[in-house]
C-alpha cells in the first residue's frame, strides 16, 4: 500500500452542454487551470461514449473489454488527476444507465454530452503522486509518495506473553452487579476465577 497526503487547494464547478465531448472538455479545463492534482465528480447524461468494463478474461496484463453505448444514458461517476509523463493524467469511472440497462467501467475516448454534465473538481496541493506506465499490468498506475507501514501497533505480539494484566477491585465490583448468568459467561471468557 502506498500513500500520500496534501491538502484541498482551488474547488471548480464546470458545466458541460450538450453535444460538447466531457472528456476534451474537462482535459481543456483541466490544462488551463493547470490542475496537477484532484479529483472530480460529475453527474447528467451522455449521448453517446466509449467505455471499458472490465477485462476480455481476468488475466495480467489485461485486455479491455470496450463497450460504446449511445441513445442517451444517465451517468455519475469520478475520476482522478495525477501529474504523467505528458501532463495531468485523467482516470474515469462511471456507471451510465437507460431503461433499466446499466454499464460501469472505465470511460475512454469519447463521452458526447446529452443535455448536460456538471462537474466539480477539487483541486489537492502538497501531494507526492503522479501516475506512471506499469510494465507487468500494462496499465497506468498511480504512485503515491510514501508506503503505508504494514504492521499495527498494539497487536498481541508487542505484549510479553509473561505480562499478566491486573484486575481492578473496580472491575470485580462492576461483574458482581451484572445479572445471573452473565457474570459467569466474563467470567469463562476473561479468564478471571469466580468472585
Known sequence: MQYTEGQLGRVFVVRIDNGEDMLISLRQFIDDKVIQAGSIFFLGALMNGRMVTGPEEPVIPPVPHFVMFEGGWEVFGIG????????PHIHYHASVGRSGH???????EKAITYLVIEAIIFEFTGLSARREFDE???VHLPVLGKEA???SPGTIDDVD????IEESP???EQTDELPDGLADIIR?????SSL
Open 161 to 164: 506473553s509473561d505480562e499478566s
Open 80 to 87: 482522478t488527476i495525477y501529474p504523467g509523463e505528458d501532463g
Open 149 to 151: 507501514d504494514t504492521s
Open 170 to 172: 473496580h472491575d470485580e
Open 136 to 138: 507487468k499490468t500494462q
Open 102 to 108: 446499466a454499464l460501469t467501467g472505465c470511460i475512454r
Open 188 to 192: 469463562d471468557l476473561t479468564g478471571r
